[in-house]
Protein backbone atom coordinates (compact mmCIF):
# COMPACT_ATOMS: atom_id res chain seq x y z
CA UNK A 1 0.00 0.00 0.00
CA UNK A 2 2.77 2.90 1.01
CA UNK A 3 4.65 3.53 -1.97
CA UNK A 4 8.36 3.28 -2.41
CA UNK A 5 9.11 6.67 -3.10
CA UNK A 6 7.37 8.16 0.11
CA UNK A 7 9.92 9.82 2.54
CA UNK A 8 9.97 12.00 5.09
CA UNK A 9 9.29 15.09 3.38
CA UNK A 10 6.09 17.05 3.85
CA UNK A 11 4.99 17.28 0.45
CA UNK A 12 5.08 13.85 -0.02
CA UNK A 13 2.99 12.67 1.99
CA UNK A 14 0.29 14.81 -0.11
CA UNK A 15 1.26 13.12 -3.53
CA UNK A 16 0.71 9.95 -1.42
CA UNK A 17 -2.66 11.27 0.58
CA UNK A 18 -4.16 12.27 -3.61
CA UNK A 19 -3.67 8.31 -4.83
CA UNK A 20 -6.18 6.86 -1.49
CA UNK A 21 -9.33 8.21 -1.36
CA UNK A 22 -10.38 6.36 1.95
CA UNK A 23 -9.93 9.12 4.90
CA UNK A 24 -8.91 6.23 7.44
CA UNK A 25 -5.59 5.43 4.87
CA UNK A 26 -4.09 8.83 4.20
CA UNK A 27 -2.42 10.58 7.12
CA UNK A 28 -3.47 14.63 6.15
CA UNK A 29 -6.99 15.23 5.88
CA UNK A 30 -8.40 14.91 1.24
CA UNK A 31 -8.07 18.68 0.91
CA UNK A 32 -4.43 19.54 2.29
CA UNK A 33 -2.06 20.92 0.19
CA UNK A 34 1.05 23.48 -0.06
CA UNK A 35 0.35 27.19 -0.72
CA UNK A 36 2.93 29.51 -2.76
CA UNK A 37 4.70 30.20 0.46
CA UNK A 38 5.54 26.67 1.30
CA UNK A 39 2.76 26.40 3.93
CA UNK A 40 0.58 23.51 4.54
CA UNK A 41 -3.33 24.61 3.70
CA UNK A 42 -6.25 22.21 4.95
CA UNK A 43 -9.41 23.11 3.29
CA UNK A 44 -8.53 25.91 1.20
CA UNK A 45 -7.11 27.98 4.70
CA UNK A 46 -3.26 28.37 5.26
CA UNK A 47 -2.46 26.85 8.47
CA UNK A 48 -0.03 29.66 9.72
CA UNK A 49 -2.86 32.03 9.04
CA UNK A 50 -5.23 29.94 11.11
CA UNK A 51 -2.60 29.95 13.60
CA UNK A 52 -2.18 33.61 13.24
CA UNK A 53 -5.68 34.51 14.08
CA UNK A 54 -7.05 31.20 16.51
CA UNK A 55 -3.87 31.03 18.66
CA UNK A 56 -1.74 27.68 19.10
CA UNK A 57 -1.94 25.11 19.49
CA UNK A 58 -5.45 24.57 17.14
CA UNK A 59 -7.32 22.18 16.27
CA UNK A 60 -7.63 22.60 12.41
CA UNK A 61 -10.74 19.98 11.76
CA UNK A 62 -11.42 19.70 7.75
CA UNK A 63 -15.22 19.75 6.84
CA UNK A 64 -14.48 17.81 3.65
CA UNK A 65 -12.50 15.03 4.78
CA UNK A 66 -15.35 14.07 7.57
CA UNK A 67 -18.28 14.62 4.98
CA UNK A 68 -16.53 12.37 2.72
CA UNK A 69 -15.73 9.07 5.44
CA UNK A 70 -19.70 9.53 6.61
CA UNK A 71 -20.89 9.29 3.07
CA UNK A 72 -18.41 6.28 2.58
CA UNK A 73 -20.27 4.67 5.31
CA UNK A 74 -23.60 5.52 4.74
CA UNK A 75 -23.20 4.44 0.86
CA UNK A 76 -21.93 1.22 0.93
CA UNK A 77 -23.59 -0.29 3.57
CA UNK A 78 -26.98 1.00 1.39
CA UNK A 79 -24.61 -0.58 -1.43
CA UNK A 80 -23.49 -4.00 -0.14
CA UNK A 81 -25.98 -4.67 2.47
CA UNK A 82 -29.31 -5.72 0.83
CA UNK A 83 -30.91 -5.37 4.15
CA UNK A 84 -32.06 -1.98 6.28
CA UNK A 85 -29.11 -0.47 7.93
CA UNK A 86 -27.44 2.09 9.89
CA UNK A 87 -24.76 4.26 10.96
CA UNK A 88 -24.41 4.98 14.08
CA UNK A 89 -20.91 7.46 15.25
CA UNK A 90 -19.85 6.66 18.52
CA UNK A 91 -19.19 10.08 19.79
CA UNK A 92 -17.00 9.47 22.56
CA UNK A 93 -14.35 9.99 19.33
CA UNK A 94 -15.13 13.96 19.48
CA UNK A 95 -18.51 15.67 20.80
CA UNK A 96 -19.43 18.84 20.03
CA UNK A 97 -22.31 21.14 19.03
CA UNK A 98 -20.81 21.22 15.00
CA UNK A 99 -19.32 17.62 14.76
CA UNK A 100 -22.60 16.34 15.99
CA UNK A 101 -24.74 18.57 13.60
CA UNK A 102 -22.32 17.48 10.45
CA UNK A 103 -22.85 13.92 11.33
CA UNK A 104 -26.20 14.20 11.34
CA UNK A 105 -26.68 16.33 8.72
CA UNK A 106 -24.91 12.93 6.39
CA UNK A 107 -28.04 10.49 7.63
CA UNK A 108 -25.71 9.31 10.69
CA UNK A 109 -26.84 8.48 14.21
CA UNK A 110 -25.17 8.77 17.49
CA UNK A 111 -23.37 6.58 20.12
CA UNK A 112 -23.45 8.44 23.28
CA UNK A 113 -21.68 6.75 26.26
CA UNK A 114 -23.02 9.56 28.98
CA UNK A 115 -24.79 12.24 29.98
CA UNK A 116 -22.92 14.81 28.50
CA UNK A 117 -23.04 13.04 25.26
CA UNK A 118 -26.73 12.96 25.71
CA UNK A 119 -27.05 16.38 26.08
CA UNK A 120 -24.66 17.30 23.75
CA UNK A 121 -26.03 15.65 20.62
CA UNK A 122 -29.70 15.98 21.35
CA UNK A 123 -28.87 19.80 21.36
CA UNK A 124 -27.19 19.79 18.54
CA UNK A 125 -30.18 17.82 16.80
CA UNK A 126 -32.22 20.68 18.22
CA UNK A 127 -30.47 23.28 16.70
CA UNK A 128 -30.64 21.43 12.98
CA UNK A 129 -34.51 21.19 13.99
CA UNK A 130 -33.68 17.22 14.07
CA UNK A 131 -35.09 16.24 17.77
CA UNK A 132 -37.93 14.68 17.01
CA UNK A 133 -35.73 11.63 15.65
CA UNK A 134 -33.68 11.33 18.62
CA UNK A 135 -35.68 8.00 19.47
CA UNK A 136 -34.24 6.61 15.81
CA UNK A 137 -30.88 8.12 16.00
CA UNK A 138 -29.48 7.83 19.91
CA UNK A 139 -28.13 4.60 21.35
CA UNK A 140 -27.15 5.09 24.39
CA UNK A 141 -23.95 2.87 26.10
CA UNK A 142 -21.75 2.47 29.15
CA UNK A 143 -21.43 -0.31 31.71
CA UNK A 144 -22.02 1.57 34.59
CA UNK A 145 -24.93 3.90 33.16
CA UNK A 146 -25.85 6.38 36.87
CA UNK A 147 -30.03 6.23 37.59
CA UNK A 148 -30.34 9.79 35.91
CA UNK A 149 -28.43 8.93 32.88
CA UNK A 150 -30.94 5.88 32.09
CA UNK A 151 -33.88 8.65 33.09
CA UNK A 152 -32.46 11.31 30.61
CA UNK A 153 -32.21 8.42 27.96
CA UNK A 154 -35.47 7.11 28.71
CA UNK A 155 -37.05 10.72 28.12
CA UNK A 156 -35.39 11.27 25.09
CA UNK A 157 -36.56 8.23 23.98
CA UNK A 158 -33.14 6.50 22.96
CA UNK A 159 -32.31 2.88 22.80
CA UNK A 160 -30.38 1.85 25.64
CA UNK A 161 -27.56 -1.02 24.94
CA UNK A 162 -27.96 -2.61 28.25
CA UNK A 163 -24.40 -3.90 29.48
CA UNK A 164 -25.50 -5.76 32.51
CA UNK A 165 -28.16 -7.25 34.32
CA UNK A 166 -28.01 -4.55 37.35
CA UNK A 167 -29.12 -2.37 34.52
CA UNK A 168 -31.45 -4.50 33.40
CA UNK A 169 -33.12 -4.31 37.04
CA UNK A 170 -32.76 -0.78 37.01
CA UNK A 171 -34.60 0.19 33.78
CA UNK A 172 -37.35 -1.55 34.76
CA UNK A 173 -37.74 0.56 37.80
CA UNK A 174 -37.60 3.32 35.98
CA UNK A 175 -39.45 2.84 33.23
CA UNK A 176 -43.41 3.60 33.04
CA UNK A 177 -43.68 2.19 29.80
CA UNK A 178 -41.52 -0.19 27.34
CA UNK A 179 -37.72 0.85 26.70
CA UNK A 180 -36.54 -0.08 23.64
CA UNK A 181 -33.09 -1.47 24.53
CA UNK A 182 -30.48 -3.65 23.04
CA UNK A 183 -28.32 -6.44 24.60
CA UNK A 184 -24.61 -5.88 24.92
CA UNK A 185 -23.01 -9.49 24.25
CA UNK A 186 -19.41 -9.90 25.07
CA UNK A 187 -18.66 -12.54 22.73
CA UNK A 188 -15.01 -13.93 23.13
CA UNK A 189 -13.23 -12.79 20.05
CA UNK A 190 -9.37 -11.59 20.61
CA UNK A 191 -8.31 -8.82 18.27
CA UNK A 192 -4.33 -7.62 17.91
CA UNK A 193 -4.97 -4.22 19.51
CA UNK A 194 -3.74 -2.58 22.79
CA UNK A 195 -4.96 -4.16 25.67
CA UNK A 196 -6.87 -1.09 26.52
CA UNK A 197 -8.83 -0.67 23.45
CA UNK A 198 -9.62 -4.54 23.32
CA UNK A 199 -13.28 -4.88 24.67
CA UNK A 200 -14.15 -8.27 23.08
CA UNK A 201 -12.34 -10.65 24.59
CA UNK A 202 -13.79 -12.56 27.57
CA UNK A 203 -11.33 -10.92 30.38
CA UNK A 204 -13.64 -7.58 29.81
CA UNK A 205 -15.58 -4.81 32.03
CA UNK A 206 -18.27 -4.51 29.49
CA UNK A 207 -20.88 -6.61 28.29
CA UNK A 208 -22.77 -10.09 29.25
CA UNK A 209 -20.65 -13.44 28.92
CA UNK A 210 -21.48 -16.09 26.38
CA UNK A 211 -22.21 -18.58 29.43
CA UNK A 212 -25.22 -16.25 30.66
CA UNK A 213 -26.52 -16.02 27.11
CA UNK A 214 -29.98 -18.26 27.27
CA UNK A 215 -30.68 -17.12 31.26
CA UNK A 216 -30.33 -13.17 29.58
CA UNK A 217 -32.89 -14.06 27.07
CA UNK A 218 -35.35 -15.93 28.67
CA UNK A 219 -35.31 -13.12 31.28
CA UNK A 220 -35.79 -10.04 29.02
CA UNK A 221 -38.56 -12.19 26.76
CA UNK A 222 -40.14 -12.35 30.25
CA UNK A 223 -40.28 -8.80 31.28
CA UNK A 224 -42.83 -6.98 29.38
CA UNK A 225 -41.20 -3.36 29.91
CA UNK A 226 -37.81 -3.92 28.20
CA UNK A 227 -38.52 -4.32 24.46
CA UNK A 228 -35.54 -5.71 22.98
CA UNK A 229 -34.76 -4.88 19.33
CA UNK A 230 -31.53 -6.75 19.17
CA UNK A 231 -28.14 -7.56 20.38
CA UNK A 232 -24.56 -5.38 20.07
CA UNK A 233 -20.84 -6.08 20.65
CA UNK A 234 -18.26 -4.06 20.35
CA UNK A 235 -14.56 -6.04 20.14
CA UNK A 236 -11.95 -3.32 20.43
CA UNK A 237 -10.59 -0.16 18.80
CA UNK A 238 -7.15 0.50 15.80
CA UNK A 239 -8.32 -2.88 14.57
CA UNK A 240 -6.97 -3.80 10.54
CA UNK A 241 -7.76 -7.36 10.10
CA UNK A 242 -11.33 -7.72 8.92
CA UNK A 243 -11.07 -11.12 10.12
CA UNK A 244 -12.77 -10.56 13.94
CA UNK A 245 -15.46 -8.26 12.55
CA UNK A 246 -16.40 -11.41 10.30
CA UNK A 247 -16.19 -14.21 13.19
CA UNK A 248 -18.16 -11.45 15.04
CA UNK A 249 -20.77 -11.36 11.94
CA UNK A 250 -21.58 -15.21 12.62
CA UNK A 251 -21.57 -14.71 16.82
CA UNK A 252 -24.33 -12.45 16.79
CA UNK A 253 -26.27 -13.94 14.06
CA UNK A 254 -26.02 -17.65 16.29
CA UNK A 255 -26.93 -15.79 19.70
CA UNK A 256 -29.80 -13.82 17.08
CA UNK A 257 -31.46 -16.96 16.80
CA UNK A 258 -31.23 -18.35 20.27
CA UNK A 259 -33.14 -15.25 21.26
CA UNK A 260 -35.70 -16.12 18.98
CA UNK A 261 -36.16 -19.26 20.64
CA UNK A 262 -36.30 -18.01 23.89
CA UNK A 263 -39.19 -15.96 22.41
CA UNK A 264 -37.55 -12.22 21.67
CA UNK A 265 -38.69 -10.49 18.72
CA UNK A 266 -35.19 -9.37 17.41
CA UNK A 267 -34.11 -7.55 14.14
CA UNK A 268 -31.17 -5.69 14.59
CA UNK A 269 -27.27 -6.58 14.94
CA UNK A 270 -25.25 -3.78 15.62
CA UNK A 271 -21.07 -4.73 15.36
CA UNK A 272 -19.60 -1.85 16.83
CA UNK A 273 -17.24 0.11 15.65
CA UNK A 274 -12.87 -0.27 15.54
CA UNK A 275 -11.62 0.59 12.15
CA UNK A 276 -8.14 1.36 12.25
CA UNK A 277 -6.60 4.25 10.71
CA UNK A 278 -3.36 5.50 9.26
CA UNK A 279 -1.54 7.48 11.89
CA UNK A 280 2.36 6.43 10.27
CA UNK A 281 3.30 4.84 6.78
CA UNK A 282 3.28 1.87 8.71
CA UNK A 283 -0.52 1.31 9.79
CA UNK A 284 -1.82 -0.41 6.99
CA UNK A 285 -5.72 -0.89 7.80
CA UNK A 286 -8.45 -1.59 4.91
CA UNK A 287 -10.71 1.08 3.79
CA UNK A 288 -13.89 1.81 5.04
CA UNK A 289 -15.78 1.09 1.60
CA UNK A 290 -13.35 -2.80 1.88
CA UNK A 291 -14.20 -3.10 5.19
CA UNK A 292 -17.92 -2.42 4.86
CA UNK A 293 -18.73 -4.56 2.21
CA UNK A 294 -16.35 -7.53 3.87
CA UNK A 295 -18.52 -7.29 7.38
CA UNK A 296 -22.00 -6.88 4.93
CA UNK A 297 -21.11 -10.12 3.18
CA UNK A 298 -19.88 -11.63 6.05
CA UNK A 299 -23.39 -10.91 7.71
CA UNK A 300 -25.47 -12.19 4.80
CA UNK A 301 -23.39 -15.72 4.80
CA UNK A 302 -23.59 -16.06 9.16
CA UNK A 303 -27.24 -15.34 8.44
CA UNK A 304 -27.95 -17.72 5.45
CA UNK A 305 -25.90 -20.10 7.78
CA UNK A 306 -28.18 -19.72 10.86
CA UNK A 307 -30.86 -19.89 8.62
CA UNK A 308 -32.33 -16.17 10.06
CA UNK A 309 -34.00 -13.33 7.82
CA UNK A 310 -31.20 -10.59 7.31
CA UNK A 311 -31.23 -8.36 10.94
CA UNK A 312 -30.89 -4.69 10.47
CA UNK A 313 -27.39 -4.10 10.53
CA UNK A 314 -26.10 -1.39 12.62
CA UNK A 315 -22.21 -0.54 12.74
CA UNK A 316 -20.52 2.62 14.53
CA UNK A 317 -17.81 3.86 14.15
CA UNK A 318 -15.41 6.81 16.04
CA UNK A 319 -12.04 6.75 15.32
CA UNK A 320 -11.97 6.18 11.23
CA UNK A 321 -14.86 8.47 10.70
CA UNK A 322 -13.32 11.64 12.38
CA UNK A 323 -9.26 10.92 13.28
CA UNK A 324 -7.66 11.63 9.62
CA UNK A 325 -10.37 14.72 9.47
CA UNK A 326 -8.07 16.71 12.47
CA UNK A 327 -4.91 18.10 12.72
CA UNK A 328 -3.08 19.78 15.32
CA UNK A 329 -0.95 23.12 14.77
CA UNK A 330 1.98 23.21 17.43
CA UNK A 331 4.49 26.56 17.70
CA UNK A 332 8.09 25.81 18.58
CA UNK A 333 9.49 26.97 21.52
CA UNK A 334 12.35 26.01 23.41
CA UNK A 335 14.71 23.11 22.18
CA UNK A 336 17.80 21.24 23.65
CA UNK A 337 20.46 19.35 22.49
CA UNK A 338 22.45 16.58 24.54
CA UNK A 339 25.17 15.80 22.16
CA UNK A 340 25.28 12.22 20.82
CA UNK A 341 21.99 11.32 22.93
CA UNK A 342 18.87 13.30 21.42
CA UNK A 343 17.89 16.31 20.30
CA UNK A 344 14.14 17.75 21.95
CA UNK A 345 11.99 20.60 21.01
CA UNK A 346 9.26 21.67 22.79
CA UNK A 347 5.46 22.75 21.50
CA UNK A 348 2.99 24.74 23.55
CA UNK A 349 1.06 21.81 24.08
CA UNK A 350 1.36 17.90 25.06
CA UNK A 351 -0.57 15.20 26.62
CA UNK A 352 -3.07 17.69 27.88
CA UNK A 353 -4.59 17.97 24.38
CA UNK A 354 -2.70 14.70 23.10
CA UNK A 355 -2.97 11.97 26.05
CA UNK A 356 -3.06 8.86 23.34
CA UNK A 357 1.09 8.64 23.37
CA UNK A 358 1.19 8.56 27.08
CA UNK A 359 -1.71 6.41 27.39
CA UNK A 360 -1.21 4.18 24.30
CA UNK A 361 2.55 4.60 23.28
CA UNK A 362 0.55 5.59 20.44
CA UNK A 363 2.89 6.91 16.89
CA UNK A 364 2.51 10.06 15.18
CA UNK A 365 3.85 12.33 12.01
CA UNK A 366 4.51 15.19 12.13
CA UNK A 367 5.33 17.95 9.61
CA UNK A 368 6.80 21.91 9.49
CA UNK A 369 4.23 23.57 8.73
CA UNK A 370 6.63 26.65 7.61
CA UNK A 371 8.62 25.14 5.40
CA UNK A 372 6.39 22.24 3.77
CA UNK A 373 9.25 21.50 1.60
CA UNK A 374 12.35 22.07 3.26
CA UNK A 375 14.80 19.04 3.73
CA UNK A 376 13.70 16.88 6.31
CA UNK A 377 17.33 15.75 7.67
CA UNK A 378 17.14 15.87 11.12
CA UNK A 379 16.20 13.44 14.25
CA UNK A 380 14.49 15.19 16.74
CA UNK A 381 11.96 14.42 19.36
CA UNK A 382 8.75 16.33 20.19
CA UNK A 383 8.33 17.14 23.50
CA UNK A 384 5.30 19.09 25.36
CA UNK A 385 5.35 21.50 28.18
CA UNK A 386 4.02 19.07 31.04
CA UNK A 387 5.72 18.04 34.16
CA UNK A 388 6.03 14.69 33.26
CA UNK A 389 8.70 13.38 31.65
CA UNK A 390 6.88 10.90 29.65
CA UNK A 391 5.00 14.17 27.88
CA UNK A 392 6.71 12.66 24.47
CA UNK A 393 4.41 13.47 21.33
CA UNK A 394 6.68 12.00 19.14
CA UNK A 395 10.41 10.22 19.61
CA UNK A 396 12.88 10.56 17.01
CA UNK A 397 10.65 12.47 14.59
CA UNK A 398 12.39 13.82 10.75
CA UNK A 399 12.45 17.07 10.25
CA UNK A 400 13.61 20.24 8.48
CA UNK A 401 15.61 22.53 10.62
CA UNK A 402 13.54 24.35 13.14
CA UNK A 403 13.36 26.89 15.14
CA UNK A 404 11.53 29.14 18.08
CA UNK A 405 8.18 30.53 16.26
CA UNK A 406 7.85 27.50 13.84
CA UNK A 407 4.63 25.66 13.41
CA UNK A 408 4.29 22.03 13.60
CA UNK A 409 1.53 20.33 12.72
CA UNK A 410 0.59 16.89 14.00
CA UNK A 411 -1.70 15.35 11.53
CA UNK A 412 -4.85 12.66 13.03
CA UNK A 413 -5.80 13.98 15.78
CA UNK A 414 -9.43 13.98 15.52
CA UNK A 415 -10.09 10.98 17.50
CA UNK A 416 -9.59 10.45 21.14
CA UNK A 417 -7.88 13.79 21.26
CA UNK A 418 -9.83 16.75 22.40
CA UNK A 419 -12.19 14.35 24.00
CA UNK A 420 -9.73 13.05 26.14
CA UNK A 421 -8.08 15.89 27.00
CA UNK A 422 -7.64 17.70 30.04
CA UNK A 423 -6.29 20.83 31.97
CA UNK A 424 -2.89 19.22 33.25
CA UNK A 425 -0.65 22.08 34.56
CA UNK A 426 -3.69 24.21 34.07
CA UNK A 427 -3.56 24.53 30.49
CA UNK A 428 -7.03 26.51 28.80
CA UNK A 429 -7.86 23.46 26.12
CA UNK A 430 -7.25 24.40 22.99
CA UNK A 431 -9.46 25.88 20.43
CA UNK A 432 -10.87 24.20 17.09
CA UNK A 433 -11.98 25.76 13.97
CA UNK A 434 -13.75 24.05 11.00
CA UNK A 435 -12.32 24.76 7.55
CA UNK A 436 -13.89 24.25 4.50
CA UNK A 437 -12.83 25.83 0.74
CA UNK A 438 -11.08 28.88 2.54
CA UNK A 439 -13.56 29.50 5.19
CA UNK A 440 -12.58 28.90 8.58
CA UNK A 441 -15.15 29.30 11.77
CA UNK A 442 -14.47 28.63 15.68
CA UNK A 443 -16.34 25.33 16.89
CA UNK A 444 -14.77 25.16 20.25
CA UNK A 445 -13.55 28.70 21.88
CA UNK A 446 -9.94 28.98 23.25
CA UNK A 447 -10.04 28.16 26.90
CA UNK A 448 -9.39 31.46 29.09
CA UNK A 449 -7.48 31.34 32.53
CA UNK A 450 -11.27 32.36 34.08
CA UNK A 451 -12.41 29.13 32.32
CA UNK A 452 -9.96 27.27 34.71
CA UNK A 453 -10.75 28.96 37.80
CA UNK A 454 -14.70 29.01 36.88
CA UNK A 455 -16.02 25.76 38.84
CA UNK A 456 -13.68 26.93 41.89
CA UNK A 457 -14.95 27.81 45.13
CA UNK A 458 -12.89 30.01 47.51
CA UNK A 459 -14.85 28.99 51.32
CA UNK A 460 -15.30 32.59 53.18
CA UNK A 461 -12.73 31.69 55.79
CA UNK A 462 -10.09 31.28 53.56
CA UNK A 463 -10.31 34.50 52.24
CA UNK A 464 -8.50 37.61 54.04
CA UNK A 465 -10.34 40.46 54.13
CA UNK A 466 -8.11 42.83 56.18
CA UNK A 467 -5.88 43.28 53.16
C1 LIG B 1 -15.48 3.25 21.29
C2 LIG B 1 -16.63 2.51 20.78
C3 LIG B 1 -16.91 2.51 19.41
C4 LIG B 1 -16.04 3.19 18.40
O1 LIG B 1 -14.78 2.62 18.28
P1 LIG B 1 -13.75 3.18 17.20
O2 LIG B 1 -12.59 2.30 17.33
O3 LIG B 1 -13.46 4.58 17.55
O4 LIG B 1 -14.42 3.05 15.87
C5 LIG B 1 -18.05 1.87 19.01
N1 LIG B 1 -18.87 1.24 19.88
C6 LIG B 1 -18.62 1.20 21.21
C7 LIG B 1 -19.54 0.51 22.11
C8 LIG B 1 -17.49 1.83 21.68
O5 LIG B 1 -17.23 1.79 22.99
Request: hydrophobic share 40%.
Amino acid sequence: MVPANLTLRGSNYLTFAQQVTSPNQLIFPITAQVNSQDHLTIGGCDVIELVQNFGSPLYILDEETLRLASRQYRDSLLRFYPGKSQVIYASKAWSSLAICAIIASEGIGFDVVSGGELYTTLMALETIGLKDKAYSLIYFHGNNKSLDELSYAIENHCTIIVDNWWELEALESLAQEPVKIMLRLTPGIECHTHEYIRTGSLDSKFGFDPNQFEQLFSYVSQHKKLNCVGLHAHIGSQIFEKEPHQDLTSVLAKSLQSAKEHGLEIDTLNIGGGLGIRYTESDDPPSIVEWVEAVSKAMVDACTLAGIALPKLMIEPGRSLIATACVTAYTVGSSKEIPGIRNYIAVDGGMSDNPRPITYQSLYRVVLANGMSENAQFKVTIAGKHCESGDILIKDATLPETSSGDILVVPATGAYNSSMSSNYNRLPRPAAVLVNQGEANLIVKRETYLDLVKQDVLPERLSNHQS
